[in-house]
């Protein structure tokens, strides 16, 4: 029997695309393969879910309050919605991370839906032994999800032309692709993506 398969959509909200407060350059330029890629799965019924940081006010994860970045994603801002472009199913199930203040929630797999359940779990409950992966950013959040998923024992597909990185140093996402590779990662383009 064919392995059953889902669907993660990491982080593509409007902070991390052009003009948000933490802008992956091009980030949403991944818009329309991602929708692309929501139609295949959905089509084929298999589950799509998608993860976003939903971070308070204060956090250790930004700058001011001694973290990394500058102020993003904080619940109920605009910045926090998903971008208008996406074009998610109405049965998404999403995954809100990063929501305490010690928390950073770079993996989609720290999240909880809005009855509590983290990703495994659900993954767990519907049968999933395959996740594609695909979304924002490729060095930092797509990275952790894709590693804590092989960690959890699935096999991971990594949807190549649907991922950007922040790129802080010139090489971040080369050298992120190579060590979710390295994990046993796979990598894969729209065209290769076919359900027999
Ligand atoms: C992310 C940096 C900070 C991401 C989140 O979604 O990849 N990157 N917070």
Redesign the pocket.
């Known amino acids: 029997m064919c392995a059953r398969k889902a669907l993660l959509l990491?982080?593509v909200q409007n902070d991390?695309c052009p003009n948000g407060a933490?802008a992956?350059p091009e980030g949403d330029s991944i818009i329309s393969i991602l929708n692309q890629y929501i139609q295949k799965f959905s089509q084929n019924s298999f589950p799509v879910f998608a993860s976003r940081?939903w971070h308070p006010v204060t956090t250790h994860?930004f700058k001011e309050f001694g973290g990394?970045?500058p102020a993003?994603?904080v619940e109920n801002t605009r910045g926090a919605a998903f971008h208008p472009s996406l074009d998610l199913p109405e049965n998404i199930i999403v995954f809100s991370k990063?929501m305490r203040e010690g928390q950073?929630?770079?993996s989609a797999f720290e999240g909880v839906d809005d009855q509590g359940i983290c990703l495994f779990d659900l993954l767990k409950q519907q049968d999933v032994e395959e996740i594609f992966i695909g979304?924002?950013?490729t060095?930092?959040?797509?990275k952790a999800s894709c590693l804590d998923a092989v960690k959890q024992g699935l096999k991971v597909y990594l949807l190549i032309d649907g991922i950007k990185g922040?790129n802080i140093h010139p090489d971040d996402s080369k050298e992120a692709i190579d060590e979710m590779v390295d994990r046993g990662v796979e990598l894969l383009c729209f065209e290769e993506c076919v359900f027999s």
């Not at 060095?139 to 797509?142: H, K, L």
Request: proline fraction near 0%; charged fraction near 15%; aromatic fraction near 18%.
């Open positions: 990491v982080d991390f933490l992956v940081d994860h990394s970045w993003h994603c990063g950073d929630g770079y979304g924002l950013a060095d930092y959040c797509v922040v």
